[in-house]
């Protein structure tokens, strides 16, 4: 069983950077694909990026945060990150990773067994 912890969220101004962490315990994480997901208030949870066990070029992302967000992973320290720049009040939301027992990554969010419990990123205009 995976268990994930995100941290980094915050409350920035608009055009400013975060760097979220999800640090992953209970499983053999280069084994897995990994995802970024949000969700903000009365709207449904929202495909952010996803990366493959390998890493590096192996990524996707939604064409909301394409060229602004960056996902990528550290083996070696069991941990995936989400470096945000350029933040937006629209990227206002509830940050969750997700980890896929498949070594691919994958947008739909029903792909994903294993959750964390979310970091809250807040963009002030």
């Known amino acids: 069983q995976v268990q994930l912890v995100e941290s980094g969220g915050g409350l920035v101004q608009a055009g400013g950077s975060l760097r979220l962490s999800c640090a992953a315990s209970g499983g053999i994480f280069s084994a897995y694909g990994m995802g970024w997901f949000r969700q903000a208030p009365g709207k449904e949870r929202e495909f952010v990026a996803t990366i493959s066990w390998t890493g590096g070029s192996d990524t996707y992302y939604a064409d909301s945060v394409k060229g602004r967000f960056t996902i990528s992973r550290d083996n070696a320290k069991n941990t995936l990150y989400l470096q945000m720049n350029t933040l937006k009040p629209e990227d206002t939301a509830v940050y969750l990773c997700?980890?896929?027992?498949?070594?691919?990554?994958?947008?739909?969010?029903?792909?994903?067994?294993?959750w964390g419990q979310g970091t809250q990123v807040t963009v002030s205009s």
């Open positions: 997700a980890a896929r027992n498949s070594p691919g990554g994958s947008w739909w969010y029903r792909d994903y067994p294993y």
